[in-house]
Every structure is written in structure tokens, then in C-alpha cells.
């Protein structure tokens, strides 16, 4: 989301807003520079975000679209590794080139949420990564206000001219379980069950009715928050529901979403779905056999430790980003296991083609 009070600062109409990673640069260079905040100071931060999300960002712009551990399906068939790809090389550099400039948060690795949400509020945030807009800036609560605050469009690039954005698979599996302790078992599976109901879900997703939303008709469709002052929509829900930042059984019905009353609801999801014809999903849910499962354990535990680690270095320029280190980074995370990771990957959507 966009700070909308620093775009009205420069004079940036939201009909100019960034179509291309390059335009997006040259705008979080304007919020560093030119003092949006307006207290005097350098103490913006033009762009923070967990750098999952600045990774997805910057490779969608490029066109590329792959799960967590860099996994992406092709319409060929053909399942590859984008992380050692030369276009993640230039994400690196891009984003390395963000830090040193401090236009990326220069505390992105190390900062918490809460952190990140003080630096919202007191308004030295110009682009960041958030469920609501409400959660990261000082919006006057549930009024149009928000409307000031846009999303930012999905992006091409110099090496890309498709929309695309990458999707979460809309399915998760593996949200619950049922021990031998269970004297009861068939009760659990209808209570999970109820979860999956409309009724049940709209407890699971809001809080009970009555105390974490109302429904406004007699139908029973439109529905609001009971939101108290001085709260979000999101830190009110949390209270209310572990399934606000938590993967739990319950299901995202459209008449759920056509019900919302919240105007911070209405408008982020009117926002998001703008962009529904450019979402990807990078990879499908397939399943594993017992030993693959067992084998990717192990290889994404020490995968990632390791990608993690040298992602930060290059990013941070604690670790140069030239021909050297990278075709050293390439042969290590190989031979760590990225190519047996990949052949797991391959055969499971094999069995899911020819299904």
C-alpha cells in the first residue's frame, strides 16, 4: 500500500501511479528525497516489507512467479528453480542497489512488527506490505479516508511486458489433525466440518457473532465489525480469531465478501481484486509419497538456511554480488540439494499431470 498523504505531498495523481519497477524506483526516490513527511527531516523510509514479499514484488515485475522455495511450474510441463536463475541475480542487484541508496527499509532484516507498524503510524512510511492499509497508517477509521491510500498496480519491467502476480494456492491442507487420544473421533470431523459451513466460517474468519461482527439485515448478509475506537480491523479480529495471521479450517465464501460494510474491508478488497486476472499460482497442490516427503524436510531445512543467509549478505553488501561469489552461490546451493529438490518437485507434478 501506498502512503496516499505522501503522493498528495508530491502532487502524484493515482492515476500516475508506478505500471513498471522502474517507474517504482524512481517514485520511492522521490520519497527519500523530497521530504513527503514534512517535519524537515531524512527520516523517511521510502519501502519496508518482509523481503518474501520484496522478492515477489520484484520477480513478478520480471515476469517470474515461484513458491517459497523457489519453485516454479511451467505450462510445458517443466518444473524449474528460479534462484539460481540470472534474473534472481538481478533482483539481488536491484535490491541491493535499493539498500545502499536507503530506499529499502535499512532495518528490513532485523526490525519486528510491531516495530514496522510504529513506523507506519508515525508516518515515515511511503510503500509497504500489509493486509489493510489500516494496519500500517494513521487513517481515520472507517471513513472514505482510506480511498487516499492505494494499492500498488501489479508491474512489468524492461525485461517483462505480462501482468502477473503471484497467488497462494487457495487450498491448505494439513490444518488439522485427530490423535488416537480422540475417544470421539466422528464428533471432531463434524466439528471440522462446521468450520467448512458458511455459518462456521464467518465465526472462524470474524469471531463469534455478536461480539466480533453483527449481521445489519435480516437476511443475513451484510455484516460489520463490532470495531471499538482506536483499534484495526485486523489487531480487532486477532482478538477475536486465531485465523488472522494463522492457517485454520474455514472458507472464503463470495457472499461473505459481498456482505462486507467496512469500508477499510470494502475498499482493500475492492483494490485486490482488480488484479484477479494477472494471479499465478506458481505451483499446484500435489502430494508426495512418504519417503519424498521425508526427503524434502531435510533439503528445504538446509536450503533455506543457507539462501537466507546469503540473501541478507548480498542485499546488505555484507557479502559483493559479482561473478565470484554468485557462480559460488549457484554451485553451493546445488550442491546442497537444489537439484534433487527440484526432481522431487517434478516427479509429484508428473503424477499430478497425469492425473
Known amino acids: 500500500w501506498l502512503n496516499g498523504s505522501w503522493l498528495e505531498d508530491l502532487k502524484i495523481d493515482q492515476n500516475q501511479l508506478p505500471t513498471t519497477i522502474e ?18 527531516e531524512q527520516d523517511e523510509i521510502p519501502l519496508t516489507a518482509g523481503i518474501s514479499s520484496i522478492r515477489q514484488l520484484i520477480l513478478n515485475s520480471y515476469g517470474i512467479v ?8 511451467g505450462e510445458d510441463g517443466e518444473v524449474s528453480y528460479v534462484y539460481t536463475t540470472e534474473a534472481f541475480r538481478k533482483y539481488l542487484e ?39 492499509p489500516t494496519n500500517m497508517y494513521k487513517i481515520q477509521s472507517q471513513t472514505s479516508d482510506i480511498e487516499r491510500y ?69 437476511k443475513r448478509i451484510n455484516w460489520k465489525q463490532k470495531l471499538p475506537e482506536g483499534i484495526s480491523s485486523e489487531e480487532f479480529r486477532a482478538s477475536q480469531t486465531p485465523a488472522a495471521g494463522i492457517a485454520v ?18 475498499y482493500s478488497n475492492a483494490q485486490a481484486r482488480k488484479y484477479m486476472d494477472n494471479l499465478v499460482i506458481p505451483y499446484p497442490p500435489v502430494y508426495y509419497t512418504e519417503e519424498e ?3 524434502m524436510a531435510t533439503l528445504t531445512t538446509d536450503i533455506n538456511t543457507y539462501f537466507n543467509e546469503k540473501e541478507a549478505e548480498f542485499i546488505t553488501g555484507r557479502a559483493k554480488l559479482d561473478d565470484t561469489s554468485w557462480n559460488e552461490f ?12 527440484t526432481q522431487i518437485y517434478q516427479d509429484a507434478y508428473d503424477r499430478y499431470l497425469a492425473k
Open 94 to 132: 536491484l535490491v541491493n542497489s535499493l539498500f545502499a541508496s536507503k530506499l529499502l527499509d535499512q532495518n528490513n532484516f532485523t526490525e519486528t512488527g510491531e516495530q514496522r507498524i510504529a513506523n507506519g503510524m508515525e508516518n515515515k512510511i511511503g510503500l509497504v506490505n500489509s493486509a489493510l
Open 293 to 295: 516427503a521425508t526427503r
Open 66 to 73: 515461484c513458491n517459497g522455495d523457489g519453485i516454479c511450474a
Open 150 to 218: 492505494p494499492m500498488l498496480p501489479a508491474l512489468t519491467s524492461e525485461q517483462n511486458s505480462t501482468l502477473v502476480k503471484t497467488r497462494n494456492n487457495p487450498v491448505n491442507r494439513g490444518l488439522f489433525s485427530i490423535t488416537k487420544l480422540c475417544k470421539t473421533p466422528e464428533r471432531a470431523i463434524q466439528w471440522v466440518d462446521n468450520l467448512y459451513s458458511y455459518e462456521g466460517s464467518m465465526m472462524t474468519w470474524q469471531g463469534p457473532e455478536g461480539y466480533g461482527f453483527e449481521y445489519t439485515d435480516d
Open 23 to 40: 517507474d517504482l524506483v524512481k517514485l520511492l526516490e522521490r520519497f527519500y528525497e523530497e521530504d513527503p513527511n514534512g517535519n524537515g
Open 249 to 266: 479450517p474455514f472458507f472464503i465464501y463470495d457472499k461473505m465478501l459481498e456482505g462486507l460494510s467496512n469500508p477499510d474491508e470494502i
Open 330 to 341: 549457484v554451485s553451493t546451493i546445488d550442491r546442497i540439494g537444489a537439484k534433487e529438490l
